[in-house]
């Protein structure tokens, strides 16, 4: 037998039992190639099973693992945090390489276009050169050995494989099709308001409410419309405009719908059903598309259980200098994000940014996506058991799960929510037993073991929601804050600390909630900035700014500790 032959045997009975040791262990720590060459040539031959894969997915995930924050700094979780293992089983790894090997399958099984060794070289180039966090990115070489092959194949291939099949997929017409034909056949029978809702489409009104017109107070209770600024209003009417030919708007007739338009998830017509100089009422009907997943789930089954292995002599390339990868007071753009939005939220989890909700101009929404910032790519978030789209909700970070609640949905105010698990891309529905009212324009800060929700929609009640238990507990109202909306809540260590708002004046009064006795005092108002909403404010350690905002003579730039 020739050496080369042995030395492949070696080789792999070494990655076997490496492999298996990983599945024991949960770890593979760098692999055995720490010192690989910067080129690495490897044969047809040599493609990677699916327990190495799954071994190097590990590595991967260990080093994501070790950057996700653990609240602590404000005393938020007193427990440490934990291992990969208890956060991330096996199953749940394994099932993150048989996803991205199934995209791989689906670029050539059905847009016969499989990735090749250039694309997956240029893939990891870009990454290298557009890295926000060179440090993580280096991290992440380590862990796969430095082996440009092994990056390529576990690092490279599942962004870009991801990347493409969701670009692919979104306006296949093999796919959508005959939706989109449906769809028009509806709109040809049924093409005024009043005929609307005989569709096989799903049918739903909102209001558009210029919010910083003179007739802000008189909006402000309207719990149906969608508040916007001067600049939002100005953006949504030059969208609605386009849709009707570029007509100006005050030439668009009301009752008469818009020709079929087409979006990332659906199709859907939109009509004027009144409008007004700081108000416009909408009707949209929309066909929704078969959702990515499912699809997936469906075409698996019709897809070759083998995947071509790309072999290339490939090249590991210099990741971007610097300590931070940017440089200072500059904007660099990100690509392929999720569709265009406001009033969403969003999350830092140490090594991604979680963005989910709001609205896209026609629609709430309830997709999201994770921006990873050390390969400069983004995730689309599960929309399969993701909670109902909306605006004005709430966000927080607890250390493993994103948690959204309350908000403005199509059918008013929720007091529904969601937890999102970034490293399973799972959704869990939070529980609405003894939840608060719904709401829209609260706070919410999450204090270590629980996530406290308060005020908002002109309320003074609000709640503690336990994860663990999937339970809500009241918070006191005796000498809680007045009722109040659009004011700010930070956590400092101990207590939560509310300030401002609006309930019908501009407030400069607050409270500090006490979760552990279910207590409020409130705050003092001796040299406390004038009262406004929509301000900003954050926990320095020992005190809390707030800036910004709207008062009685419009926007400041005023503030306070």
Not at 12 to 41: D, H, N, Q, Y
Not at 265 to 292: F, N, Q
Not at 505 to 517: A, H, I, K, Q, V
């Amino acid at each position: 037998m020739k050496r080369a032959q042995l030395l492949r045997i070696a080789f792999l009975l070494l990655v076997s039992a490496a492999a298996a040791c990983s599945m024991v262990s949960g770890t593979l720590l760098g692999f055995f190639r720490p010192e690989a060459s910067t080129k690495a040539f490897h044969p047809t031959a040599a493609g990677l099973t699916f327990a190495e894969r799954v071994g190097y997915q590990r590595s991967i995930e260990e080093v994501y693992w070790r950057h996700r924050i653990w609240p602590r700094n404000s005393g938020e979780r007193p427990d440490p945090k934990p291992s990969l293992d208890a956060v991330m089983s096996q199953a749940q790894v394994e099932k993150k390489v048989a996803d991205y090997l199934r995209n791989s399958e689906a670029l050539e099984d059905y847009w016969q276009r499989p990735l090749t060794a250039e694309q997956l070289q240029a893939e990891m180039e870009r990454m290298a050169r557009h890295t926000k966090q060179p440090e993580v990115l280096r991290e992440l070489f380590e862990a796969l050995g430095n082996d440009p092959f092994v990056i390529a194949e576990c690092l490279a291939r599942p962004a870009l494989s991801e990347r493409l099949v969701t670009n692919f997929y979104v306006h296949d017409q093999r796919f959508h099709g005959e939706l989109r034909r449906h769809a028009e056949t509806d709109l040809r029978a049924h093409h005024i308001v009043r005929q609307m809702k005989q569709t096989s489409g799903k049918y739903s009104e909102i209001e558009l409410v210029k919010s910083d017109s003179a007739q802000d107070e008189e909006n402000r209770g309207d719990e149906t419309g969608l508040k916007m600024n001067s600049r939002e209003w100005d953006e949504n009417v030059h969208k609605l405009a386009a849709m009707f030919g570029g007509a100006p708007i005050t030439q668009i007739k009301t009752g008469v719908l818009s020709s079929l338009q087409e979006a990332e998830g659906r199709y859907y017509a939109t009509a004027i059903v009144k409008k007004s100089k700081d108000r416009l009422r909408l009707a949209t009907v929309e066909w929704r598309k078969e959702p990515i997943e499912s699809w997936k789930a469906k075409a698996e089954n019709q897809m070759r259980k083998v995947m071509a292995v790309t072999s290339n002599n490939y090249t590991l390339p210099t990741i971007s200098d610097g300590a931070s990868g940017c440089t200072d007071d500059t904007w660099t753009a990100t690509t392929n994000a999720p569709s265009g939005r406001f009033l969403h939220t969003a999350v830092w989890t140490g090594s991604e940014m979680i963005v989910w909700g709001g609205h896209d101009s026609w629609n709430f929404v309830n997709t999201g996506g994770r921006y990873n910032p050390s390969t400069d790519t983004w995730a689309p978030t599960s929309t399969a058991n993701a909670p109902s789209g909306r605006t004005y909700h709430t966000g927080v970070w607890t250390g493993s799960e994103m948690i959204v609640w309350g908000g403005q949905t199509r059918l008013g105010q929720g007091n529904t929510g969601g937890r999102y698990n970034p490293s399973t891309d799972t959704w869990t529905s939070t529980s609405t037993a003894n939840a608060p009212s719904g709401r829209y324009l609260h706070t919410a800060v999450w204090s270590g073991s629980e996530m406290i929700v308060w005020g908002g929609s002109l309320l003074n009640t609000g709640g503690r929601y336990n994860p663990s238990t999937d339970s809500w507990t009241a918070t006191s109202t005796t000498n809680a804050p007045s009722f109040r909306e659009s004011q700010t809540a930070v956590w400092s260590g101990s207590e939560m600390i509310v300030w401002g708002g609006y309930t019908g004046s501009y407030l400069n009064t607050g409270g500090r909630y006490n979760p552990s006795t279910n207590t409020w005092v409130p705050t003092s108002t001796f040299n406390a900035p004038i009262g406004r909403y929509y301000h900003t404010a954050v926990w320095t350690g020992n005190e809390m700014i707030v800036w910004g905002g709207e008062t009685y003579d419009g926007l400041v730039n005023t503030g306070g500790r």
